[in-house]
């Protein structure tokens, strides 16, 4: 099967490592990986700031970059679920409308991609630790990802996955309002951490290294010992 | 920045580090939280509900002109007078030519948010008329000279403590008094005012067209009574309440009850279509309905915005937000809080003034999420910073800083530019706003794009 990477804009400049392991998984399951080197982002920083007509130009470039019909798989569900449910509405009643839809239906987060298109729920990984998962509010309420990762979580040797209360609140990322409003940016990250604390687990995993930034940024300042880690990252350990 | 923007930010910094805030808004909200779901079993598909309430509302605004004047066709009919206000002002004014002709005293007011946007109590206050807030949390808002924390609990940030100590202070009370004995003492106080009251002041949850009639929702009583006993009754109300038919609120009383505080209905549902009738033993001499439009029109002119008008203040998105449980009501500053308020208030008054609360969001979609008739809250707020950059509300920083992130992303070559050190010195010591209360970031010697190339090569 064939499939492009979408390495989001912060993915590509902080944290390529995560890239390469979904690469490294994607491939162990039998895809043929490709990445078209010209892509940048999707526009999504833009848009969210109410600058829509900046946002729309890079949009265009974006949907230029993605043509075709191989599958894009991102291991980011705020960017997938961006593309997905916001292009619609910026290309509304344009002649790229079906480009859009097109795009919009061949676009997978990395986990949903595993889960429900190559019907993958075991990689084979292995992580001897106790953790607990973020959901994050572009997987659960933009693109609708419950389960998917939990059931690749589970089924990885070695780790043992504990939930947290208030597990669907926000960790109050958010894009620039976490440096906009960082007092309530910062509160509600420190719940979020009390409330991964309390489980005793040792990593926080998500399908979203925005939200990772965010917890583990204000985690490390404050001296906690839990860590953050994406979920490719997890499922390519061990092997 | 705006002055509203700034005080928001003081405030909200305050509270957001507020633990003891924190717990008592976390304690109420989390009662909330339970007992919605056990509402939400009355229905038999709640989301089906919802969208058939969405449904009614669209076709009730869309038509509105009609819907209104429907109603003061009907209402008329049985002796009910309508007065149409544009603006805060010419509501004051009408209802001050009411008391003076009157010759009003004291006023008894059940819970109402649009008296709290025109500032009704205030501007009686300054013309010697005193206005008794009946509502049990509105009287202790009241008491305490504070405005609503939340449009459906008022004193929701308040423990019991807390308002058996304000009563001790306020009234002369044991400082030990449980919630029920409380409760009896605002109970004694309030039944006077309803005897000395003139005039009755409430809002309405609805506009009936169809019979010409409001409806009440409450669950003290103390609604009906501000409407029946006083001999005027003055019903105050925003133009977008319009629902079209009494056979609407078969959907519209169980779904505000559940999503307001998780009842089926709530003890109290009153409609009123008039003043007292010939024949009839009890009621007001006197029915008058003000539709009050204040900025409201703004919304409707706005095919994006104008869905913000379905909503029946039933404060889910408030308790489903966690910006608002983390700042609390207070913080905004409007009447509405939360994000139905941040949704609304830059368009009943200043965009300009009011159009952060619009970015004070984390966008985690929530309030969409929950919201009795689907308004899509969190794509709105979305829409609002949108207008707000073509009105040319952001600064100059800001513009420029797009300019460039477009260039960038508009070419490869920039985002490959420039090493590990320059960048993480940009972010981390520039822009500081991460770094104050975050450890810093720490970026990658070669962007993945540049290894992915350099992979390729060997």
Known sequence: ?239 | MSEHASSFIAKSTIKAADLDHRRKINFNIGKYNSVVPVGKQQFSDVNTARERAKNVKWRAIETLDQQLEEFEANLTKRGGKVIWAENTQQALDEIYQICVAKNCKTIVKSKSMVTEEIKLNEFLHEKNIESVETDLGEYIQQLDGETPYHIVTPAMHKSKEDVAKLFAEKLGTDPKLTPEELTLVARAKLREKYVQAEIGVTGANFIISDIGGIAITENEGNGRLSCGWPKTHIVIVGIEKVIPSMADLGLFWPLLATFGTGQKVTSYNTIVSGPRQEGETDGPEEMYVILLDNGRTNLLANPKTRESLYCIRCGACLNACPVYKNIGGHSYETTYSGPIGSVITPHLKEMNEWKHLSYASSLCGNCTEVCAVKINLHELLLENRYESVEEGDASWGERVAWKMWKQASLHRSMMNMGNKKMKNWMVNKVFKGWTTERADLDFSSKTFNELWKQNKAI
């Open chain 1, 1 to 239: 099967m064939n499939v492009q990477l979408f390495i989001p804009c912060f993915v590509d400049q902080l944290y390529p490592q995560t890239a390469f392991n979904m690469v490294k998984v994607l491939r162990k399951l039998g895809c043929e990986v490709s990445y078209n080197d010209n892509q940048t982002c999707c526009g999504q920083p833009a848009f969210n700031a109410g600058f829509q007509h900046e946002a729309k130009e890079v949009c265009s470039k974006f949907l230029k970059d993605f043509s075709g019909t191989d599958y894009i798989v991102a291991p980011s569900a705020s960017c997938t679920g961006f593309v997905r449910n916001y292009y619609t509405k910026l290309f509304d009643n344009s002649s790229v409308h079906n480009d859009v839809k097109n795009l919009g239906n061949r676009l997978y987060e990395f986990s949903e991609f595993l889960v429900k298109v190559l019907g993958v729920e075991d990689v084979g990984a292995t992580f001897s630790a106790k953790a607990t998962y973020h959901d994050s509010c572009a997987g659960l309420r933009e693109c609708k990802i419950k389960q998917e990762p939990r059931k690749l979580l589970k089924n990885v040797k070695g780790l043992e996955l504990v939930e947290m209360n208030d597990v669907e609140t926000c960790c109050g990322f958010g894009g620039t309002f976490a440096v906009k409003f960082e007092p309530i940016s910062v509160a509600m990250a420190d719940q979020k951490i009390t409330n991964a604390v309390a489980t005793e687990a040792e990593y926080i995993i998500s399908t979203d290294l925005s939200c990772l930034m965010h917890i583990g940024g204000r985690s490390n300042f404050k001296g906690n010992k839990i860590k953050t880690i994406h979920l490719a990252d997890v499922l390519a350990s061990g092997w």
